[in-house]
């Protein structure tokens, strides 16, 4: 039991408190940015912050204390639309009010002004893309946003290549000239925001992690169709499960619009000709997709890998030392620098999900463990083992975990997942005593990693976005960090001209 103390002693643990000024000031900014409190007074009395915070949590169907609990701090820092809750503020109030007692009021489900566009007919125009979707990705993405509305309503949207369109999209970095309120904040927090009728204009954070297939980062079609319907000019929806709502949510497999979504693009623009509405669904939505990028992409391959575009959902190497990189559907084999064409992921695993969220090689028993949602598999090359997959519980381990790897001081798997990290034994396939552990342990990482991976000589290697950190457990610190793209040989992404000075190990 002391071997499997020595992780936490040699990584010096320290726990960071917050300080309880900081989190107050945090959350009535929080609050003044969304419209709960007003910007324009310099103090806010005890009883109106009280009052602000109730309001909050009721419209975010949480217990409604008053006072900053645990999940009411988490809720205020999850993602979500950066649209304020206010200039909706008391319409959206009384909804939620009526909605709670059985009236559904029929009116003011958009801008208290009255705001719409008083044609049917509205084009659109994409002027940027982001760093790590192609072109031709974020134009299906965005295209099947704006069919989305149109299935359910009078609406009919146009693409334009060029010239003055109705809705411009457009992905900036921090401050962008909408005002100090607007500027975004980076990974996480706000992910975008857009402006009603008849300014028309929808803006994303370019530092966010954009993704289509991928249940690591956010999905870009969603966030666009939230946005879109704010250029429509609704307001934000108190219906949990409603798309108008201001909390991104992953995509389900069931309708993609709720009745209050429907109810509220249907008072502006009215129903569909013959009155046709039409449901997407996220299953139906996810086949699509895959469809598409097979169809444009067959191979996925090209002198540069897909993933080398900037994220990618997991990597790991296997028993010759060869390094696998896993995004969506497909992974890619490197070995002495040279990338292989990217390959179906059950090709060569049968039986393993899409999209995996976490994968590590055990020396131990030469196995491969992948990790998705509440599953984990375990292969031995290519044959998945007798029991498996488990359900992540039955190990004591997290759902959806965000990165693993095999830490050889202790001869066992480490698994990230938020603020905490977890210690396997592979032999008993259970977490040891006294884990999980706060991620402080480990100095200098930050949380939400994508992956990570022992590379010869020992050195660990951990990757978030398109950051890397190379760990040394000799020294039990952080020695190097950059752009793994740029810096990383090993990870596939250099032509045989662009390999000098690069970080070989």
């Known amino acids: ?25 945090q959350a ?21 912050v009280k009052s602000a915070i109730r309001e909050f949590q009721w419209l975010s169907q949480l217990p409604v204390t008053g006072g900053l609990d645990r999940v009411t701090l988490e809720k205020m820092r999850s993602p979500r639309c950066g649209v304020q809750d206010a ?6 109030g009384q909804r939620a009010s009526s909605i709670f007692i059985g009236q559904h009021l029929r009116k003011k489900r958009y801008t208290q002004t009255g705001e719409k ?56 970095e921090g401050e962008h000239n909408d005002g100090t309120g607007n500027a975004f904040d980076g990974p996480g927090g706000a992910l ?22 991928s249940l690591k980062g956010h999905n870009l079609f969603l966030v666009t169709a939230h946005e879109i319907g704010h250029t429509l000019g609704l307001v ?26 429907i109810t509220a693009v249907q008072q502006l623009y009215g129903k569909p000709a013959g009155d046709s509405v039409q449901h997407l669904t996220g299953r139906a939505l996810r086949w699509a997709m895959r469809d598409w990028q097979i169809s444009q992409d067959p191979k996925g391959g090209s002198l540069t890998p897909h993933y080398c575009q900037g994220f990618f959902d997991a990597v790991t190497m296997d ?20 990338v292989s064409d990217a390959l179906p992921l059950q090709m060569r695993w049968p039986q393993l999900s899409s999209a995996i969220e976490a994968a590590a090689f055990s020396p131990l028993d030469s196995k491969l463990y ?71 342990d480990w100095k200098g990482l930050p949380r939400g990693l994508n992956g990570a991976l022992t590379r010869p000589g020992g050195k660990l290697y951990f990757f978030k976005d398109q950051q890397y950190w190379r760990f040394d457990p000799g020294k039990l610190r952080i020695t190097a960090t950059g752009r793994w793209t740029k810096r990383l040989l090993w990870i596939g992404c250099h032509t045989p001209t662009s390999l000098q000075g690069n970080d070989i190990l």
């Open 1 to 25: 039991m002391e071997m499997f103390m020595l992780l936490s002693a040699l990584l010096c643990i320290q726990t960071a408190v917050s300080s309880p000024i900081s989190t107050a000031a």
């Open 28 to 48: 009535q900014g929080f609050l003044e940015r969304y419209g709960y409190l007003h910007k324009e007074n310099e103090s806010h009395s005890t009883a109106e």
């Open 87 to 92: 200039g909706s503020h008391n319409a959206w």
């Open 117 to 172: 566009w008083h044609k049917r007919h509205l084009t659109y125009r994409i002027m940027n893309w982001p760093r790590n979707l192609s072109p031709s990705q974020v134009n299906v993405a965005v295209k099947t946003a704006f069919q989305l509305w149109s299935n359910v309503s009078g609406l009919i949207f146009q693409e334009l290549q060029h010239g003055p369109a109705d809705i411009r999209l457009a992905f900036f």
């Open 192 to 213: 975008a925001h857009a402006f009603f009728p008849f300014r028309g204009e929808a803006h994303f954070d370019m530092s966010e992690r954009w993704t289509l297939s």
């Open 236 to 261: 934000h929806s108190p219906v949990r499960h409603a798309l108008m709502s201001p909390y991104y949510k992953k995509m389900g497999s069931n309708s993609l619009l709720s009745w209050d979504d």
């Open 319 to 338: 028993v010759n030392g060869t390094v696998l990189v896993f995004q969506g559907h497909h992974f890619w084999t490197v070995s002495n620098g040279r």
């Open 370 to 440: 992948f990790f998705k949602g509440r599953r984990v598999w375990r292969y031995s090359g290519s044959v998945l083992d007798p029991g498996f997959p488990m359900k992540s519980h039955d190990l004591g381990l997290p759902n959806h975990p965000e990165c693993a790897f095999f830490y050889q001081p202790l001869g066992r798997m480490v698994i990230f997942r938020g603020s905490q990290y977890y210690v396997l034994n592979p032999e008993s396939l259970s977490v040891e005593p006294y884990y999980p552990r706060a991620l402080q």
